[in-house]
């Protein structure tokens, strides 16, 4: 399965960013999918998810500010962030897969991720 993330730019603090992710499968019908992130010298890690059903989860640093969504086709998933802050720059990724892959970053492949940099 292949991941193509977009919208990711140069924006200062306080700013949004929406980020897409498209893929030309049906995986995001059928199973959960997640965006993550990487910063420079960090592990790469689990920014937001949402279920099959539409449940939603955020890691703490971003709760409030970052929306994951899924359009109707489900062929594109979504993450809203608003309130950008330095710390948000990274190379974030998208990916899906069960509740377990995700949660383990346990995937075949990943793409090329879309670069973040919130800075004034």
């Known amino acids: 399965v292949q991941f193509a993330e977009s919208g990711g730019g140069l924006v200062q603090p306080g700013g949004s960013l929406r980020l897409s992710c498209t893929t030309s499968g049906t995986i995001f019908s059928i199973a959960n999918a997640a965006w993550y992130r990487q910063a420079p010298g960090k592990q790469r890690e689990l920014v937001a998810s949402?279920?099959?059903?539409?449940?939603?989860s955020y890691v703490d640093s971003v709760k409030d500010r970052f929306t994951i969504s899924r359009d109707r086709a489900r062929t594109t998933v979504y993450l809203q962030m608003n309130n950008l802050k330095p710390e948000d720059t990274a190379v974030y990724y998208c990916?899906?897969?069960?509740?377990?892959?995700?949660?383990?970053?346990?995937?075949?492949?990943w793409g090329q991720g879309t670069q973040v940099t919130v800075s004034s």
């Open positions: 990916n899906a897969g069960t509740p377990e892959a995700i949660r383990r970053m346990d995937f075949q492949s």
């Open positions: 949402i279920s099959r059903l539409g449940s939603t």
